[in-house]
Every structure is written in C-alpha cells, then in structure tokens.
T-cell receptor, first 114, second 119 residues
Framework: DGGITQSPKYLFRKEGQNVTLSCEQN?????MYWYRQDPGQGLRLIYY???????QKGDIAEGYSVSREKKESFPLTVTSAQKNPTAFYLC?????????????FGAGTRLSVL | AQKVTQAQTEISVVEKEDVTLDCVYE???????LFWYKQPPSGELVFLIR??????QNEISGRYSWNFQKSTSSFNFTITASQVVDSAVYFC????????????????FGAGTRLAVHP
C-alpha cells in the first residue's frame, strides 16, 4: 500500500541533543513538507521541498534542519537551538507544490524533552 | 492576510445528533482552495474534501456535507446522524493559488475543532 511512514512514533530528546525524525513516502510524490502541531493550535509549516536537493524554509524553520537526498525521503533534524521542541511533528507529501494539490500526511512523531 | 478561523474549540454531542463545524477564512486571492481534514486519536491527518474558489456547489458524501459560501467566506462541515467513530479533531485549511502563494502549496490551518460523540 502506498503511504507515508514516519518513525519513530515517540522520541525523547535530552538537553543539548540533536534528534532526527524520519519521513519516507512511496507515493512517488515530488513535494514533501514538515509541520509542527502544538496543543490547541493548527499545524505550522517548518520546511518544504519541491524537488530532490532543494528545500525552503517555512514559517518556523529556526532550530530545525532538513535534507532531501532522495525523492522518497525527507528527514527532519531538531537541533539543540530549538529551545521548545516538545510537539507533534507531521510529515506530508503531494504530487507537486501547487496550491490545488492535496497533501497526504503520515501518522506523526511525538517529541518530548527529558 | 491569509487566515482560517475555527471558532468552536470543542463540541460534544450524543450519537445520532447532527453537528456542524464552522470555518471562516480570509484571503486576498481570487483563486484558492479549501480543505477539511480529520485527525483521529491515532494522529494522522485524513483528507476529507477539497473545494476550489470557483465552485460553490455544496457537496454531500454519505453522512458528510459541506456548505461553501463565498459571500460570507465560510466553508462549514456538517455530520448527519453522528457516530462515535466521528470523534476526532477536524481541521479546515486554506491554500492560495495566486501571487500570494509564494509559489508553493502552503496550507494555512485553522486551530481545529475537537468533536466528541458520546454513545
């Protein structure tokens, strides 16, 4: 079955540590996105990528980094510079980065600070 | 400015009741798209519907229906004869197609409405 796989489901970060969230899709989509969800709030865009080896900052990119070496993969690193990393992180993909295209989401990774 | 407002934070109903989730949006573009997503307790966002700004026809899909009114900038979602499985957080989102979109598919989400359906 085609879909988006995020791992791990739960992740804990120690002070000063970088952690990486995995996102893999087998939908053959060109565009991929990372969102952050905080309680009682909508999703906010962290980074997006429309093509391999290219990505752009979203609204809240500070303290995060990404890479897009393969079409199927778009990992997100939460760096020690992100002072409030506790949140639910969702990865999405779409056919192309066009406004009409539907974004499909993974099941998310819940990140907590120890 | 682009904005999506879901004024209802939480709604609680008893099974078989009808319930309407409100969504009001703001945009400068004439071309835009509106979406509804469902987020069950598992966390994954599930796509429900997409509507473009030029299509004001209401849509019905089983127990779900959507009412799009450009005059009031609203895109409301009604669940008829609600069921326990409808319990979830529902998000309304806006995507702009014109010059303000920044050239990519940026979704602006509302804060979500948590629906609890009790037996």
């Amino acid at each position: 079955d085609g879909g988006i796989t995020q791992s791990p489901k739960y992740l804990f970060r120690k002070e000063g540590q970088n952690v990486t969230l995995s996102c893999e899709q087998n939908l053959n989509h060109d565009a991929m996105y990372w969102y952050r969800q905080d309680p009682g709030q909508g999703l906010r865009l962290i980074y997006y990528s429309q093509i391999v080896n290219d990505f752009q900052k979203g609204d809240i990119a500070e303290g995060y980094s990404v890479s897009r070496e393969k079409k199927e993969s778009f990992p997100l690193t939460v760096t020690s510079a992100q002072k409030n990393p506790t949140a639910f992180y969702l990865c999405a993909s779409s056919i192309l980065g066009s406004s009409k295209n539907i974004q499909y989401f993974g099941a998310g990774t819940r990140l907590s600070v120890l | 400015a682009q904005k999506v407002t879901q004024a209802q934070t939480e709604i609680s109903v008893v099974e078989k009741e009808d319930v309407t989730l409100d969504c009001v949006y703001e945009t400068r573009d004439t071309t835009y798209y509106l979406f509804w997503y469902k987020q069950p307790p598992s966390g994954e966002l599930v796509f429900l519907i997409r509507r473009n700004s030029f299509d004001e026809q209401n849509e019905i899909s089983g127990r779900y229906s959507w009412n799009f009114q450009k005059s009031t900038s609203s895109f409301n979602f009604t669940i008829t004869a609600s069921q326990v499985v409808d319990s979830a957080v529902y998000f309304c989102a806006l995507s702009e197609g014109g010059k303000f979109s920044g050239g990519y598919n940026k979704l602006i989400f509302g804060a979500g409405t948590r629906l609890a359906v009790h037996p």
